[in-house]
């Protein structure tokens, strides 16, 4: 996709924010230009990493969300409060890493079931069948193995039971909190045979579990373990959330003390080295990594040097105001105004919305955000489930249909100054 399409294909979901935007889609259309050259002059070109600063609720992470399923490449998402400095108990962030290739293992492993997807099914008809044969007593008497595939195949007999073996798979047991797992069922896997259990389940069931079975028999591990290697390191992409929160410089005690360990444990990661997974080892240099944060408490210059040095572009997101919210709540496909009108159309209310409704849920969640705490678009969601509470609640058992429209004045009587309820927002 051109910079242009993966703007476009944003602007579907997220309102705004097109300086965020853009350097996403460069950033992205880069790793396609760099993959077009010799191969001397890509391992000369490092991804420019990206910190996205703007306050909470204005697009940081749901750009993050739409790129997971944009772009073709392993994506994770992490919150970077969650890592913690080497020789403190929690996550280290070499386990960034390690859950990418994990995300790139399952995306190839997607890609070469698709390939032998029809084939694994045909297998599992097969075996299907064979069970069907011997453990059915619903079929008809003399009826053909071959009659009996293409009913499987077709789908007809999917609410038959049938009984199956399949793998009994302990459960992984974690090591230590927020650290690694260990499969004590794997360790000694290729020496002594497989436990199987049984179970009876719906032909459907059994279709879908030994599709997987034949999938797996019919890929080369190897060969999905070596590319998902390759794509990790040079189209990988991570998401750093909350990076304004290990910003600053550490105390001796207290919750923070590791903050700025864990800024120095991130640097080498984005500078480039080289980490130990389960699948061999894989290179960061070539990993794009955006960081995003609100920086309200802390800024961006907090960071330790090194690592504001390893993310060179830094855009600024912009705070919603009353067109913002106009937009978001009527332009996007999935649109909270859209979402609502789905769900109560399951109980047969028509819910309908007029500009000026629409206008003044706008003012009153820029106003609360202004008197209150600015919350970004999430204002929007608190504000449109108060207005619908009422009509959620009051439907009728017999599934009797109503039409509620939401003016102007139906959202002000909702959010009358005299009636508004301001202690469920003091915490």
Not at 79 to 107: F, N
Not at 155 to 184: R, W
Not at 260 to 271: K, T
Request: proline content about 4%; aromatic content about 6%.
């Amino acid at each position: 996709m051109t910079p242009k399409q993966i703007v476009s294909e944003l602007d579907r979901y997220i309102v705004g924010q097109f300086n965020a935007k853009k350097a996403v889609a460069i950033a992205l259309r880069n790793r396609y230009r760099r993959s077009q050259l010799p191969l001397a002059d890509r391992e000369e070109i490092t991804p420019k990493n990206i910190i996205m600063k703007g306050p909470t609720g204005v697009g940081k992470t749901e750009i993050a969300r739409r790129l997971a399923k944009l772009v073709k490449a392993p994506f994770l998402k992490v919150e970077a409060t969650k890592y913690t400095e080497v020789g403190y108990v929690g996550r280290d962030v070499e386990s960034m890493i390690r859950d990418l290739v994990e995300v790139s293992i399952r995306l190839v492993k997607d890609e070469r079931y698709k390939e032998v997807e029809s084939r694994a099914f045909e297998r599992a008809v097969d075996r299907v069948a064979d069970l069907l044969m011997k453990q059915s007593k619903e079929l008809p008497e003399g009826i053909t193995k071959v009659a009996v595939i293409d009913e499987v195949s077709k789908h007809n007999l999917d609410q038959m039971q049938v009984e199956i073996a399949v793998a009994d798979t302990p459960k992984p047991v974690e090591i230590q909190p927020g650290a690694g797992e260990i499969n004590l069922g794997s360790i000694f896997g290729d020496i002594m045979p497989k436990k199987m259990k049984k179970r009876t389940v719906s032909v459907e069931e059994a279709l879908r579990i030994l599709s997987a079975e034949e999938s797996e028999k019919l890929i080369d591990l190897d060969s999905v373990e070596s590319e998902a290697l390759k794509r990790a390191e040079n189209d990988g992409v991570i998401f750093i959330d909350e990076m304004d929160k290990i910003a600053g410089k550490s105390s001796q005690n207290g919750p923070d003390v590791s903050r700025e360990g864990v800024q120095r444990d991130i640097l080498p990661i984005v500078e480039g080295c080289t980490v130990s997974t389960k699948y061999g080892n894989i290179k960061t240099d070539y990993i794009l990594f955006i960081a995003s944060g609100a920086f309200h408490v802390s800024k961006v210059s907090d960071l330790i040097p090194e690592l504001q040095g390893r993310f060179p572009v830094l855009v600024e997101l912009d705070s919603l105001g009353v067109d913002d919210f106009i937009k978001i709540l009527t332009e996007p496909e999935n649109a909270i105004t859209e979402q609502y009108k789905k769900l109560l159309a399951v109980d047969n209310i028509e819910l309908s919305f007029t500009d000026d409704g629409i206008a003044e849920i706008a003012n009153v969640a820029f106003d609360q955000n202004n008197t209150l705490e600015d919350i970004g678009a999430r204002r929007l969601q608190s504000i449109m489930e108060h207005i619908v509470e009422d009509i959620s609640y009051d439907i009728g058992e017999d599934g009797e249909s109503k039409h509620v429209v939401i003016d102007r004045e139906y959202v002000l009587e909702n959010f009358r100054t005299e009636s508004r309820n301001l202690k469920k927002y003091v915490l």
